[in-house]
């Protein structure tokens, strides 16, 4: 029997979610949504393993007809009544609902949430947590959430304790860290597929080279893949060690690692890949030229960490150090805000939407 599920997903990478749900035989994907990637999840998949979705939730009524009127609401609560029991979950502290809507409504996110919590309590006979005036629910409240689009909404429960983004091994962190599913995204679209050097030039809390370390793991487990990360900020070098050694505990099954942790960590076959971590100026990598298979970059873009040491006065010598290290047939995968740079070609690019910006995943190759 498959069940239906939703993996919820940052505007602009739903397709390689899509992507990574085939590849993996989670699932078959039945359709692809703002935000959304509907899938019909194979019995015996691991939900929790996907790394480019931000959630993943299984859907329990999906609704037709949900118009801009005010008559959806009653609509919606007629759905959320006859929801399976049996999707309901133990009780917990009560039910918490979150909403969202494509285009104008007359009404708002709280009257959706409203209008489904308080029939998915009352079969429970728990409280329902309303999010109004900036209110948090209690944990241990089960987690539902609504979305709709056109004239369809789904509602949906989720599967772990917290959201997939919120990664167990990211225990230290720091200004501008990579959002996790972005990262994976963006190792997704460096063809980790062989032997090689993988190189992080700004790696921050370490989210990139963690990620992309985890999903060369999940494939054919290359044994020749090493990964190096450097930083101009000591800090994050050891916010980069601290999280790398909470992957590799929950990849190994660290004692008090629960699915949902493991789900966050690296995949089991990564935790005997090498990563190396250092302090090093972007705009002179420590190594020689043309050693790097794949190079992977957020580079500081002034909004929350101001370029440094070389940096400072523009990224110019960072590119020309990425032309440098990369292998004549390598590739750079990196998250640019400000245009394509000189001296690559763009094989692909992905726009995302992060914090209210919206840069673009490119992949690049060398002139």
Not at 88 to 102: D, I, K, Q, R, Y
Request: aromatic share 4%.
């Amino acid at each position: 029997m498959h069940t239906f599920a939703v993996a919820r997903a940052v505007r602009g990478i739903e397709p390689l979610v899509a992507m990574e749900i085939r590849r993996s035989r989670t699932g078959v994907v039945r359709g692809v949504r703002h935000r959304e990637v509907w899938f019909e999840a194979r019995p015996e998949a691991d939900l929790l393993g996907l790394r480019t979705a931000d959630d993943v939730l299984l859907a329990a009524a999906v609704v037709d007809g949900i118009g801009s009127g005010r008559s959806a609401l009653l609509r919606l609560a007629r759905a959320a009544r006859e929801v399976d029991p049996r999707l309901m979950g133990a009780p917990g502290s009560g039910v918490e609902v979150s909403a969202s809507f494509v285009g104008r409504r007359n009404y708002t996110r709280f009257e959706i949430e409203d209008a489904v919590g308080a029939e998915l309590a009352r079969p429970l006979r728990v409280p329902y947590h309303s999010r109004r005036d900036g209110r948090r629910p209690p944990a241990g409240a089960r987690s539902w959430r609504v979305t709709i689009e056109d004239d369809q909404a789904v509602i949906a429960v989720r599967v772990a304790a917290r959201p997939l983004h919120r990664r167990a091994y990211k225990t230290a962190s720091i200004r501008g860290t990579l959002h996790p599913p972005v990262a994976a995204a963006m190792a997704q679209l460096a063809r980790l597929d062989g032997g090689g050097t993988v190189l992080d030039p700004c790696c921050g809390a370490g989210t990139t080279l963690i990620e992309a370390r985890a999903l060369a793991g999940e494939g054919a487990g290359p044994a020749g893949v090493r990964f190096l990360g450097f930083d101009h900020d000591p800090a994050a070098v050891t916010a980069a060690t601290v999280n790398a050694r909470a992957a590799a505990l929950t990849a190994l099954g660290a004692p008090g690692a629960s699915g949902a942790e493991a789900a966050g960590g690296a995949g089991a076959g990564a935790a005997g890949m090498p990563v190396a971590w250092a302090v090093a100026d972007g705009g002179r990598i420590p190594v020689g030229d043309g050693c790097a298979d794949r190079v992977l970059v957020n580079p500081p873009w002034g909004r929350q960490v101001p370029p440094a040491g070389l940096l400072s006065r523009g990224l110019a010598p960072l590119w020309r150090e990425v032309r440098r290290v990369l292998a004549p047939d390598g590739l750079a995968v990196a998250l640019v805000h400000d245009g394509i740079p000189p001296g690559f070609t763009v094989e692909e690019a992905v726009e995302v939407s992060l914090s209210g910006q919206h840069p673009l995943i490119a992949v690049l190759r060398p002139r």
